[in-house]
């Protein structure tokens, strides 16, 4: 069974770091993109990061030199490093993989079909 849950959300100052991360089971991390998207009410999924299939990782334009994303393949977990977070940041975020055991729906990004999702955490930063 193909499980995403992430952690690490909250509420923090403008100009504040946070860590999200993303604990996986039921597939390997390593061959899949894993990506982080997030989501404002009345708003689209918007991607944030990945780390593609071939381990290149791609920013949001938004969030270059503020973010990073990596993962530990031997831990099964994928995380988002947040730095100088900004009020437009505040949004609830949600870990995926394009890992997929049957055909379904899916949100293309960065050349990658992400299929399975977490249930997502939120993060806060007031103005």
């Known amino acids: 069974q193909v499980q995403l849950v992430e952690s690490g959300g909250g509420s923090v100052q403008a100009g504040g770091s946070l860590r999200l991360v993303c604990a996986t089971s039921?597939?390997?991390?390593?061959?899949?993109?894993m990506g982080w998207f997030r989501q404002v009410p009345g708003k689209e999924l918007e991607g944030v990061a990945v780390?593609?299939?071939?381990?290149?990782?791609t920013y949001a334009d938004s969030v270059k030199g503020r973010f990073t994303i990596s993962k530990d393949n031997a831990k099964n977990t994928l995380y988002l490093q947040m730095n100088t977070l900004k009020n437009e940041d505040t949004a609830k975020y949600y870990c995926?993989?394009?890992?997929?055991?049957?055909?379904?729906?899916?949100?293309?990004?960065?050349?990658?079909?992400?299929?399975?999702w977490g249930q997502g955490t939120q993060v806060t930063v007031p103005s």
């Open positions: 995926g993989t394009d890992f997929a055991l049957t055909p379904g729906p899916t949100r293309r990004w960065v050349g990658c079909a992400f299929r399975y």
């Open positions: 039921g597939f390997p991390l390593s061959g899949y993109c």
């Open positions: 780390i593609d299939r071939d381990g290149a990782s």
